[in-house]
């Protein structure tokens, strides 16, 4: 990195983890944290050419505003939205979608920037911004999304030598699988309390 951002990434990480351990609990505050550390992500990650994930993180920024809209105001009664599942055709045209994405804007990075891994930054960010539709409308899912997303993020990040950031990314692979359990677990319980 051409500035020394360390100081910076260490708090971006700690809001990071904040943000996955309260959005676990399907805590509103997530959104609070989730704002605050990819308002500083977008300048790191434009610090060291990962052009597609700054972007992202200026997406992530709007979509802190409307995933708390979402949990606190969204669903059909207005008292926020309940977690729920997509069909196999949902999934299907999403991943269509992402990959068609990442291979257009990571050809596009290749032949007019200096963007280090083109396609694989472009999965990423292209993947995230759908994941993170769905963790908005609280869809189950997600988490198995997250786990693929933080798995090659993980390998990106090391190659940039954000380091601090490629074990954040290992926390949240992890917190992941948690967040998927307990999320399926309340899901169960909350579809058992409709029925009942």
């Keep these: 990195m051409s500035f020394d951002w360390v100081n910076l990434e260490t708090l971006a990480v700690a809001l990071g983890i904040g943000y ?3 959005a676990m609990r399907q805590n509103s505050l997530c959104w609070y944290c989730a704002f605050f550390s990819t308002a500083i992500y977008v300048t790191i990650f434009g610090d060291v050419s990962l052009y597609m994930e700054s972007a992202l993180n200026v997406y992530y920024m709007g979509m802190a505003v409307y995933g708390w809209l979402q949990w606190q105001k969204g669903g059909a009664d207005h008292s926020g939205v309940e977690i729920v599942r997509w069909t196999a055709k949902q999934h299907s045209a999403g991943i269509l979608g992402i990959l068609l994405a990442s291979v257009l804007s990571g050809y596009l990075l290749s032949v007019s920037t200096d963007a280090r891994l083109p396609y ?8 995230s911004v759908f994941t993170t539709v769905m963790v908005a409308r609280k869809v ?3 988490w198995l999304y997250w786990i693929v997303i933080n798995s090659v993020s993980i390998y990106l990040y090391i190659d940039r030598d954000l380091n601090q950031t490629a074990m ?11 967040g998927y ?6 899901y169960v319980t909350q579809n058992r309390e409709i029925i009942a």
């Design 140 to 142: 189950l899912e997600n």
């Design 120 to 127: 694989l930054d472009s999965f990423t960010t292209w993947a």
């Design 168 to 178: 954040m990314f290992s926390v949240y692979l992890l917190l992941s699988v948690l």
């Design 181 to 186: 359990v307990a999320w399926k677990k309340n």
């Design 20 to 22: 996955i351990l309260l």
